[in-house]
Every structure is written in C-alpha cells, then in structure tokens.
C-alpha cells in the first residue's frame, strides 16, 4: 500500500529496529563466531584471523570519503558481489572491508581495487593514519566555523603515505569536527582538527522574541555573558537579550539555541588544533586531547596552513616517540614544553586553561625542562 497523506497513520509501520546484523554475516564469520584464536595484519590493509575451526578469514580494508554517492555503494556492492559472495562491512572510522575466506582470493581482490584508480585505497591497519572521523561543515550544517569534507580530502593527501603503511610508533587517531559541539571523536584523538569562532554572536533584534526562548538562550551560555535586555523595534519595546562581549568565548552554543544569534564570520572563524587524547586502556587510561594551536585561518579550498601544522605534529612524533606510544603517551613522557619546542609550535596563552577546574591543568611543582625554540 502507497503512503496516503489523507489517512497518515494508517499501514503505518514503526518500531523495528535494525535488521538484525547476523543476516548480513559472510558465511565463514557466521560459522567462527566466538570461535576466533588470533589474527596478524599481512601487509597494510590486509588483515587475517585464525579460528579454532581452522578457518581463516581475510579482510580487505579500503579508506572512503565518507560522503558518498550511491552510484559509488553500488560499485562497493558490485565489488562484493564478484569476489565476496556480496558481503561487505564498514569499520567505525568509515573504512570499508571486504572479506574473503582463503588466502588466494585476496590477491585478485586487491588487484582488482587497484585497477579503479584511487578510489579504493587499500590500508588504515596498524600503526598508521588510518582514516579521520569527522562531521558535516558547510554541506549541510548550520553552526560550523569550518568545513569537514575538504579539509579532510586536504590532510589525507598530504598523509596518504601513512594510510597505506604501518611505520609509525603507533596507530595515530585524527578527527575534525567543524564547530565545538565536537560531534565525534575530536576531544579524544591524537590529532584533532576544530572548527572555532573568534567573534561574539550578532543580535537581531527584529526577529529574537519571535524565533527564540530566551531562557533557553540565556541558560545556553556557559561563562554566563547573556542577559535579558529591551530593545526598541520599529518604536516599540521588545524583550531581547543583550552579550557581554568581554566575557563571551565564541562558543556559539547560544546561536544553537536561537536563530537570531549568528556568529559565524569568513575572517573570525577558523581551525585549532589539539592533541594527545586517545579512547583505549592500553597502557595508560584514556586522555582527552589538548589545545596546542588555537587558531589557523580557513583557506579554503586546501587549507594549506592546517595541512602543514598536522603534518609536522605528526612527523615530530614519529621521528621521537617509542613503539607503542600514542601521541598523548610521548608528550606526557616528554613534558609539553618538550612537546611544544619539538614540534616547533609557539605556546601561546590561549593553551592555559582558564575555565573554572583550570587550576589542576597549571603546574604545581618545580619539575620542568627548559625549552630553547621561543626567542
Ligand atoms: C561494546 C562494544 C564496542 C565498543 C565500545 C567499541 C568501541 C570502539 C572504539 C571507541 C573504536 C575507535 C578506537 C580508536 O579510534 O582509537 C573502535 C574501533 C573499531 N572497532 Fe569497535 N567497539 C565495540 C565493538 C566492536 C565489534 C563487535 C567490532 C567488530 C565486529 C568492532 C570493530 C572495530 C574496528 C574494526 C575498529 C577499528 C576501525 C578502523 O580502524 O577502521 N568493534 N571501536
Ligand atoms: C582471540 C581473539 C582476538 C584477539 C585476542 C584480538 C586482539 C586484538 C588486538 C590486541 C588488536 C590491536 C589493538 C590495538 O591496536 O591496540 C586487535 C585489532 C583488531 N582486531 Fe582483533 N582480536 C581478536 C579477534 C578479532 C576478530 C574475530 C576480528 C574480526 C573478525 C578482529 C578484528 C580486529 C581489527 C579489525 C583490529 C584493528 C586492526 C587495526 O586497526 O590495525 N579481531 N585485535
Ligand atoms: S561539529 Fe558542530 S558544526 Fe559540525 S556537524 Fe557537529 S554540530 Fe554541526
Ligand atoms: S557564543 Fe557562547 S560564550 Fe558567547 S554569548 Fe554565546 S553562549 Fe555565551
């Protein structure tokens, strides 16, 4: 039965849930789950378990944009189709992977990828760049101060040696969100790209009693710099709200609450980078990641200054740190006045804390490394 907009809620289906993800299990997983013994990564891309059956599995991992068409899940499907009896999966970093259940199927699979360009980049395992997380910028939301797609496309480029090779101390974890709501992974990965406003929001006072609840708008503000405040329109007093410039960090939380709030500006906003954080307990407990860059200007459309900031990040990293460090481990080893001059990043105020639990963040010893990079 068609959809009939007079009688809404009549055939109407809800409440399913998803199908149920075993369906979709390659044959050879479904028969070996629980069962699996190890796994080893055979080349970058390329991993293998080992069940106690006997059975091997290998997967073929591939970076994606993320944002794609589906002209391009049917070239997916119509891959899976001829070497993986049609199944597929993809990873929580938006790689794809295609299995296969022995060993010489996966060379064909591989040479195959290879014949469609670039457009299946075969790696993302081990300790390598594998692929950056990231969010919607200016395709399709309304509160970034930077895109994702093409500062993404930008950074892979400079990086995509390390997606296809597993030569650093560990794996290395980038995110980009476009604005600090930080949808995603930015505030726990070893590199983290942020979309940030310098400006306070502007108020349109026409429109404010109309399209927003104060309250909302004024409670939204996390330093308290909204207050209720009158405004004259066309001669007559409206309520309004009024910003204490001085106390407002450009966080755009109150422009998320109210549309007569906007904030975002082509010269104000750009990008700031923090590093160190990561989500796993190997080692050492997970770390949010932390302010080492607060500002690098949008240019779009490559974004060259961000491109070269995360690469030379992550080029001090590999060239210092021990197997098996995550970014975070080796700048806490090394101290962050270490991590800043070897990183050759110049520290700025803007990296001290100062928001209320701020005071465990500053240094409360005499233990500290003298640095020679700031003239
Ligand atoms: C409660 C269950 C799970 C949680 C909380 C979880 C959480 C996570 C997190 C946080 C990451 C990202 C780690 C990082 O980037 O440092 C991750 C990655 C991954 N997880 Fe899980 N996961 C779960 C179950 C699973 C299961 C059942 C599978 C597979 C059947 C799976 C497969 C993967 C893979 C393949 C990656 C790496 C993806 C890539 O690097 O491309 N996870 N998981
Ligand atoms: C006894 C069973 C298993 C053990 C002990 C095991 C252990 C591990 C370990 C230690 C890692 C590396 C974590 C790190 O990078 O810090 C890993 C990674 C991974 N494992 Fe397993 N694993 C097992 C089974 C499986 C199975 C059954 C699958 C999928 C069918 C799987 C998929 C993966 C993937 C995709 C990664 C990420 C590889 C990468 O990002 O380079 N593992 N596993
Ligand atoms: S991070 Fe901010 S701007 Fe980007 S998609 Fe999420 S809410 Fe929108
Ligand atoms: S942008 Fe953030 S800090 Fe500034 S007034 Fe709005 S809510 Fe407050």
């Keep these: 039965m068609g959809y009939n907009p007079d009688k809404p809620m009549d055939g109407r289906i809800s409440d ?18 629980g069962k699996w013994l190890w796994h080893e990564i055979t080349q970058p891309g390329v991993l293998m378990h080992k069940s106690e059956t006997g059975d091997e599995v290998y997967s073929i991992r ?26 597929l999966r993809f990873t929580t970093r938006n790689n794809v992977e295609f299995m296969v259940d022995s060993k010489e199927k996966v060379q064909p699979l591989l040479d195959n990828l290879a014949s469609r360009g670039n457009k299946f980049p075969v790696g993302g395992t081990g300790a390598g760049v594998t ?73 349109d006072h026409t429109r404010i009693t109309g399209v927003c609840e104060l309250p909302l708008a004024i409670a939204s503000c996390p330093l308290g710099a909204v207050k209720p405040a009158k405004a004259t329109v066309d001669g007559k007093e409206i309520k309004t709200v009024q910003v204490n410039v001085d106390r407002c960090m450009f966080c755009g939380n109150c422009y998320t609450m109210c549309p007569a709030m906007p904030l975002a500006d082509p010269e104000g906003d750009g990008i700031a980078i923090l590093v160190g954080g990561k989500v796993s307990n ?14 690098l200007p949008n240019t779009t459309p490559r974004w060259p200054e961000t491109v070269a900031a995360v690469k030379k990040i992550l080029e001090a990293y590999a060239a210092d740190a021990n197997k098996y460090e995550r970014l975070g481990d080796w700048a806490e080893r ?13 520290f700025t105020d803007k990296s001290i804390d100062d928001y209320r639990l701020a ?17």
């Design 62 to 87: 591939c970076g994606t944009a993320r944002l794609v068409s589906i002209e391009y899940i049917r070239e997916v499907c119509d891959i899976a189709d001829e070497f993986c009896d049609g199944y």
């Design 131 to 203: 692929n950056i997380v990231h969010t919607q910028g200016w395709v399709h939301c309304h509160t970034p101060a930077t895109d994702a797609s093409g500062v993404v496309k930008a950074v892979m480029d400079e990086l995509f040696d390390y997606f296809t090779s597993m030569t650093l101390p560990a794996q290395v974890r980038i995110a980009l969100a476009c604005c600090l709501n930080m949808c995603g992974a930015v505030h726990a990965s070893d590199i983290a790209i942020l979309g940030v406003h310098r400006k306070p929001p502007m108020i």
């Design 359 to 375: 005071y465990d963040t500053w240094r409360t010893t005499t233990q500290f490394k003298y640095t020679s990079h700031i003239k």
């Design 334 to 346: 090394i101290g962050w006045e270490k991590f800043f001059e070897k990183c050759d990043i110049p």
């Design 282 to 295: 190997r080692i050492s407990h997970p770390k949010f990641s932390k302010l080492v860059i607060p500002f």
């Design 16 to 33: 399913l849930g998803p199908p149920h993800y075993e369906q979709f299990f390659p044959p050879v997983i479904k028969a070996n789950k």
